[in-house]
């Protein structure tokens, strides 16, 4: 069976959603808590949640492991959409065999924020400019140098089926902040905050090292 592509999916699915309408895949009729993201060879994303009025809070949980029946062009794809609600997820995952795709639908203007691995490596798009883009402590140390900002779209056949890839269609605020993929939590905002100071202030010192043709600090 030949998997349709997720590169159109986006709009096509938001169009034929019906209002006032809450979908969620697999098995749950409710947008909040933790659900396993498995591979979907029937539908062209392997998870869907969808509301209209309600707020989405989801932590999505991917398996350390690539299914026998996954194509290696593959990437774990989830689709996340709140009409009128705010949106919360948290992308939890142990291993990188699981790369994904994650869309995210927002049109609102209600706040998003999203927790991603700390081990991210790919791209974020944002085709829709947000009212405000922050960045935590803890996404800013572990995962902005592996990150390409962009602002356009993702186009068919642009796809790097091994590396992470984020979407966001909101023009509200986004944070985007860190999943700890060692100790499986959330960051924790104190103690990056002081990693942050501690290598900002690293390179001040170097920066004032390199005045010197020869400096000996005592």
């Given at each position: 069976?030949t998997r349709?592509?997720?590169?159109?999916?986006?709009?096509?699915y938001?169009?034929?959603?019906s209002?006032?309408?809450?979908?969620c895949?697999?098995t749950s009729?409710?947008g909040?808590?933790?659900?396993?993201?498995h591979?979907n060879?029937?539908?062209?994303?392997?998870f869907?949640?969808?509301t209209?009025?309600?707020?989405?809070?989801?932590?999505?949980?991917?398996?350390h492991?690539?299914?026998?029946?996954q194509p290696r062009?593959h990437?774990?794809?989830?689709y996340?959409?709140s009409?009128?609600?705010?949106?919360?997820?948290k992308v939890c995952?142990t291993?990188?065999a699981a790369?994904f795709?994650l869309s995210v639908?927002a049109?609102?203007?209600?706040?998003?924020?999203l927790?991603?691995?700390s081990?991210?490596a790919?791209?974020i798009?944002?085709?829709?400019?947000p009212?405000k883009?922050?960045?935590?402590?803890g996404?800013?140390?572990?995962?902005?140098?592996?990150?390409m900002?962009?602002g356009?779209p993702?186009?068919?056949?642009?796809?790097?089926?091994?590396m992470d890839?984020v979407?966001v269609?909101a023009?509200?605020?986004v944070t985007?902040?860190?999943?700890?993929v060692?100790e499986?939590?959330?960051?924790?905002?104190?103690?990056?905050?002081?990693r942050?100071?501690?290598r900002?202030?690293?390179?001040?010192?170097l920066?004032?090292?390199?005045?010197?043709?020869f400096?000996?600090?005592?």
């Amino acid at each position: 069976m030949t998997r349709p592509s997720t590169s159109h999916s986006s709009s096509s699915y938001e169009s034929s959603s019906s209002a006032g309408s809450t979908i969620c895949t697999p098995t749950s009729a409710s947008g909040l808590g933790a659900r396993k993201i498995h591979f979907n060879p029937h539908s062209d994303w392997d998870f869907i949640a969808a509301t209209d009025s309600e707020p989405v809070d989801l932590d999505l949980l991917l398996p350390h492991y690539r299914a026998v029946n996954q194509p290696r062009t593959h990437r774990l794809s989830m689709y996340v959409h709140s009409r009128h609600g705010e949106v919360k997820a948290k992308v939890c995952r142990t291993s990188r065999a699981a790369p994904f795709l994650l869309s995210v639908h927002a049109p609102s203007g209600a706040p998003v924020t999203l927790y991603l691995p700390s081990d991210f490596a790919g791209t974020i798009r944002l085709p829709v400019r947000p009212a405000k883009l922050a960045l935590s402590a803890g996404f800013t140390n572990a995962i902005q140098p592996r990150v390409m900002l962009a602002g356009a779209p993702r186009r068919e056949g642009e796809e790097a089926y091994d590396m992470d890839e984020v979407e966001v269609y909101a023009p509200g605020p986004v944070t985007l902040r860190m999943w700890d993929v060692c100790e499986g939590t959330p960051e924790r905002a104190a103690r990056e905050a002081w990693r942050k100071l501690c290598r900002a202030t690293s390179k001040r010192d170097l920066g004032r090292a390199g005045d010197w043709d020869f400096l000996l600090d005592d």
